[in-house]
């Protein structure tokens, strides 16, 4: 459905995004990582026709990205902008009708996307009145409200708190049934319990892209994961692990809490839990673990 190939974007002749080459096809979900200017917003802003490449392509439905293309593209800015003197029923108005839609076609659609996104209640209220979470969820309502076949989300879900954030990616979840997502977020947890496919990004090039289950095993070694009772002794005794020549690398997530990705796994296992029987360490957990997305970041750009 998209193909981007080469793409490149510089200001003032240093380079933002450099020369990326990826595709997103039908009813995919991409979700575009990346540490604080990587270069997704840049990226998905040129992919929406806000701004234009130094050079390289973009490719819709086989085609060079026109206006025909960008009539099928939703999109969310990570800041999204409004006329806030407007209800959110007239602002859906206004962002169908730029969609291309006939007028009475508008009021049957906005009505049905400020539904969609619980906003039912607020729709003649003026938009200056509305909280962070509902400004959020007005901008995905427009970015929904002409049923895209590719929706371009920039952190769709920053402003909204817990049960928000819930509520919108069952919507997302939905909407992917019939059309394509990339969306960039810094919620690791969201893109892998929504996403198909990973895009990480670091200083304007892919440091790794693909399936998230074979980025996994790319990346997955042994990993034990060890809590113990914040006892002085044991919190000592633990802290002792990370040096052990079994050991690859250590990661102290709070304090008794201990993971460790080891060169042999059973020696490490054996090793750990001999120890700590013979020092009477209060082992509150001692499992395998795997790698989870934000370890698959970390180790893909190098932090």
């Known amino acids: 459905m998209l193909e981007v190939s080469d793409l490149y974007r510089e200001f003032k002749g240093r380079p933002y995004v450099n020369g990326i080459s990826f595709d997103v096809e039908h009813k995919r979900c991409v979700a575009l990582l990346g540490p604080n200017g990587a270069g997704k917003t840049t990226t998905l802003r040129m992919l929406a026709g806000m701004l234009p490449p130094t050079r390289g392509s973009i490719r819709y439905k086989g085609e060079p990205l026109g206006e025909s293309g960008r009539r ?9 902008a409004f006329y806030t003197w407007m209800t ?17 076609e508008a009021v049957r659609l906005s009505a049905d996307a400020l539904e969609r996104l619980g906003l039912q209640e607020a729709a003649r209220r003026r938009i200056g009145g509305y909280s962070g ?16 076949r590719l929706l371009l989300l920039d952190e769709p879900v920053s402003a909204l708190d817990p049960f928000g954030r819930r509520e919108v990616m069952d919507i997302l979840r939905e909407i992917r049934k ?7 977020t810094h919620v690791l947890h969201d893109a892998e319990a929504l996403c198909d496919d990973i895009i990480l990004m670091n200083k304007g090039t892919i440091a790794e892209r693909g399936e998230l289950s074979a980025l996994k095993a790319k990346y997955t070694r042994p990993v034990l994961s060890l809590r113990v009772e914040k006892r002085k002794e044991a919190l000592e005794w633990l802290e002792t692990l ?16 201990l993971r460790l990705e080891v060169e042999d796994m059973e020696s490490a296992r054996s090793t750990i839990l001999r120890e700590a029987g013979q020092q009477s360490v209060p082992v509150l957990r001692f499992e395998r673990d795997s790698l989870s997305l934000e370890d698959v970041f970390m180790k893909a750009v190098g932090q």
């Open 88 to 104: 959110g029923e007239e602002y859906m108005h206004f962002a169908a009708r730029l969609s291309g839609i006939g007028a009475k």
């Open 133 to 148: 979470g509902m400004k959020q969820r007005l901008g995905l309502a427009q970015a929904l409200v002409h049923s895209p």
């Open 178 to 184: 019939d059309a394509a997502i990339l969306f960039s």
């Open 242 to 257: 990370s040096s052990r020549p079994f050991v690859r690398e250590a990661w102290m997530e709070e304090e008794g809490s």
């Open 72 to 80: 099928e593209i939703g999109y969310l800015p990570q800041s999204p």
